[in-house]
């Protein structure tokens, strides 16, 4: 899939469009390609069709749930509607390599018409919210930060459950970050935001090697806090059966 990421975007940056690819010979045209502009069209059409009457959608999605340390954070952004968006490749930010996912995001700051981050800090982790009241207060906090008026917006929120204190259109999309296209630029934003969160915390807590495990619980990650105890970041209430040995 690299060959033909690059190859797509390199004729996308030279003033090519998705029409002209999809024009081309067949023979010019690898099956990835192909497939990637089909993907993009069904995740374009969902967003479409995705309320009734039609309704400019904001795309929500959240990453860091599960790591031992650093934030968990949430993204939402609206793109342009009805107009075409040339983000092929785009899917569940997970399937895609690190600088595949640094390109996009610059593609997509670049079209989209407002994004909020949403964050919940690790000092925030073990009092009177659990961790999914947790989720959905990061994705309040992103909802918060751009302008959505109810009547006129949809959200489509990754995952199972609706965001309790939105009041207007909305629908829950299992795999949403593999079904809907702002979903998935809200999956490729938050994993971003929050990866470039955990470098900047592996420069003042060198010893954990935030950079290299982002903060989840890889062998290395768990032996460095039985070694030098846990860091402001790490949250205190994910990290009871390490420190007690009973992990």
């Known amino acids: 899939m690299r060959k033909a990421f690059s190859w797509t975007y390199e004729s996308l940056s030279q003033g090519g469009t998705l029409a002209d690819l999809a024009t081309r010979e067949a023979g010019r045209l690898t099956r990835t390609v192909m497939a990637a502009l089909d993907h993009l069209n069904a995740l374009t059409d969902f967003d479409h069709t995705a309320f009734d ?63 909020g981050y949403g964050v919940v800090e690790a000092h925030e982790f073990g009092k009177e919210l659990n961790l999914h009241q947790l989720t959905f207060l990061a994705m309040q906090r992103a909802v918060e930060q751009v302008d ?38 809200a999956s490729v934003l938050a994993k971003v935001y929050r990866d470039r969160r955990m ?8 010893m954990y090697d ?17 070694e030098h105890g846990p860091c402001p970041e790490h949250r205190s209430n994910f990290l009871v059966k390490i420190l007690t040995g009973s992990q």
């Open 199 to 206: 470098k900047e915390l592996h420069e003042r807590y060198p």
């Open 53 to 115: 009457p039609p309704h400019q959608v904001i795309g929500l999605d959240e990453v860091g749930r599960g790591p031992l340390a650093g934030p968990l954070v949430a993204c939402c952004v609206q793109l342009p509607y009805p107009a075409a968006v040339e983000l092929p490749f785009l899917r569940d930010s997970k399937k895609l390599q690190a600088d595949e996912r640094e390109f996009l995001v610059q593609r997509i700051e670049q079209c989209a018409v407002q994004i």
């Open 148 to 185: 959505v008026p109810v009547h006129r917006f949809g959200l489509l929120v990754d995952g199972k459950f609706p965001l309790p204190q939105w009041t207007g259109l909305q629908k829950a999309v299992v795999k949403g970050d593999d079904t809907s296209l702002s979903v998935a630029a």
């Open 210 to 226: 935030f950079a290299r495990h982002v903060g989840y619980g890889t062998d290395l990650h768990r032996q460095a806090i039985l």
